[in-house]
């Protein structure tokens, strides 16, 4: 069953597609113990090209006008990547609820689409090491037993030289993506036990709010803004954290970086969502004082502070991960 692993999350992938002819490709499938009734073929971006209803049995045949190169199939729980290109005519054999690990290609196209199959099973079972919890050396290590992984899989002359080059780049992109994000992960965590650095920022409710005001208290910080998707999807279990702490010695903080020409649309989204906690707006979005101390270029991004104002974790957990509720019950229970 495929796991949300830390690399899809964090990287984006490399040019899905090459020229602007437009091809024509056979897709068909079989799925059992299906997710749904349809499947949905989109750009590696999330735009849709096409929705396909699969019958009472899980089978589908459909023919796609597309442009050569990478996509995803989703069946409204899983995804998977596609590879496509003119005269291509593939079938698909999997089961819903083993999804990546039964995923099988056969017919013309079926050699470059099993190699995305086996690479991205090969991800997630790569990405269960904590990779934070290495030395600089033995990241290095990781990275370079991930290139050759990944190399190993593109070995056979057969392959379509435009995909073979399409998952070098993808790969090289990850691999930066993934030193980017140790580099910067090992720097916010300096941060952790020293003093966090304040705000003063307009309250939903009223007035002015501080840092220094919850002090005697933990302060668990998001930062958001109400155009952010993935922000948006914490919402719910933020909401859920807030109501199993209620009574426990914590405060729930929201700051907004929305720019100044939203902040109508911050109040109402804050009123009309009922979001709980303290809901603040910052004074000069992205560039106020607190967010660049943090080092704060992308969000959702969640800060836990002691009640006497140190930094717990500069990069909290989130509240949809099991392992916020294991940190906090350690802390307040």
Avoid at 147 to 176: H, I, T
Wanted: with cysteine; glycine share 6%.
């Amino acid at each position: 069953m495929k796991k949300i692993f830390l690399i899809a999350i964090l990287f984006v992938c490399s040019n899905a597609s090459f020229g602007q002819k437009v091809n024509y490709v056979t897709f068909q499938a079989e799925i059992a113990n299906r997710n749904n009734d349809f499947i949905t073929i989109t750009t590696l971006n999330g735009q849709l090209l096409k929705k396909i209803e699969l019958n009472k049995k899980g089978i589908f045949k459909d023919t796609l006008k597309i442009k050569e190169g990478k996509y995803r199939m989703n069946d409204g729980m899983e995804t998977t990547e596609l590879y496509l290109k003119n005269g291509y005519s593939i079938k698909l054999k999997m089961d819903a609820k083993q999804f990546d690990e039964s995923i099988v290609y056969t017919g013309t196209g079926a050699l470059e689409n099993n190699v995305l199959a086996k690479r991205i099973l090969q991800d997630e079972q790569y990405f269960n090491t904590d990779f934070m919890a290495l030395d600089e050396a033995a990241f290095e290590n990781f990275k370079n037993k991930k290139r050759e992984l990944d190399l190993g899989l593109l070995k056979d002359k057969k392959l379509n030289a435009n995909f073979v080059a399409m998952e070098k780049a993808n790969m090289e992109s990850n691999l930066k993506g993934l030193n980017d994000y140790y580099q910067k992960t090992k720097n916010l965590n300096k941060l952790n036990n020293t003093v966090s650095p304040s705000f003063d920022y307009e309250n939903h409710k009223g007035g002015k709010t501080k840092l220094e005001d919850f002090r005697g208290k933990y302060v668990y910080i998001d930062v958001w803004a109400t155009w952010c998707g993935p922000c948006r999807a914490e919402i719910p279990f933020l909401k859920k954290t807030e109501e199993m702490y209620h009574d426990k010695n914590i405060v729930f903080v929201s700051i907004s970086v929305d720019v100044d020409k939203d902040h109508d649309k911050w109040k109402n989204f804050v009123a009309e969502k009922q979001l709980g906690g303290v809901q603040l707006f910052a004074d000069k979005n992205w560039y106020s004082d607190f967010i660049t101390s943090y080092g704060i270029n992308s969000i959702p991004r969640f800060i836990l502070i002691h009640p006497n104002g140190t930094v717990v974790k500069a990069n909290a957990s989130r509240p949809s991960s099991t392992q916020l509720k294991e940190e906090l019950d350690k802390l307040l229970n």
